[in-house]
């Protein structure tokens, strides 16, 4: 079993869906991806149930409009929350994101593109690998305070570069797809043209004061190469 990312503790998910075809074999991969998940099926337990550490939240509920349960969790505290429900109009994703969500995922999904989901929302408002404190050669990022240094000199990034950085120095000398960075970084699954991730990359390799820092691999993606 693999342990569960951003922190040395278990990461507990509280899945609230009510078709079981969906929920068991959800839980099911998330045990393997070495989270701890319940499962409920109503709105009034997913209310009722212990605090976790990100929810898993369908709309489309028995007892309650999910729209609801999503506000009324946000107002109890700051979990986090991915809506998971078919209601795939722009609408619903805007109501769904207002009321406090921090993703969304829209029926049929793929298990990969759910657990990549999972992975950089708990990466923004968790902190990383417990002290919340990444070292890459003379690279430090603080993920907790959003700060990051190279050499100690202090670095002064834009939150995407913030974002993109701490992405790749997640897996240093890992390469990372451009449809990886887009969907963890800018929250989209645009397929086309990827000018932004380009321009962002430019910025950062400038401030880091040396492009070998960020490797491209033509066709495939980026890497961090550390740099003493």
């Not at 506000?71 to 986090?80: E, G, H, K, N, T």
């Not at 009321?99 to 793929?110: H, I, Q, R, T, W």
């Not at 670095?155 to 797809?177: H, M, N, Q």
Request: net charge negative.
């Amino acid at each position: 079993m693999r342990a569960a990312p951003c922190d040395d503790r278990v990461v507990r998910i509280l899945v609230v869906e009510d078709e079981d075809a969906i929920a068991d074999p959800l839980a099911e991969g998330l045990r393997r991806e070495g989270f701890e998940v319940s499962r409920v099926a109503t709105g009034e337990a997913a209310l009722a149930a212990p605090l976790p550490d990100l929810v898993l939240l369908d709309l489309r509920l028995p007892d309650a409009d999910g729209t609801d349960v999503c506000r009324q969790l946000r107002a109890q505290s700051d979990v986090p929350i991915i809506v998971v429900t078919a209601k795939g109009e722009e609408v619903d994703r805007v109501v769904g994101l207002e009321l406090g969500a921090d993703d969304y995922v829209v029926k049929p999904f793929g298990f990969r593109e759910l657990l990549a989901r999972i992975r950089a929302v708990l990466r923004r408002t968790r902190p990383e690998a417990g002290t919340g404190v990444l070292r890459v050669g003379s690279l430090e990022i603080d993920v907790r305070a959003r700060r990051a240094a190279v050499a100690d000199r202090a670095l002064p990034l834009t939150t995407k570069e913030f974002d993109l950085l701490a992405l790749l120095a997640s897996d240093p000398g890992a390469v990372i797809s451009r449809e990886r960075i887009l969907r963890e970084v800018w929250n989209t699954e645009w397929l086309g043209p990827t000018k932004t991730v380009d321009v962002h990359v430019a910025s950062l390799r400038k401030k880091l004061g040396d492009a070998r820092w960020i490797e491209t691999v033509r066709g495939v993606g980026l890497r961090l190469a550390p740099q003493p």
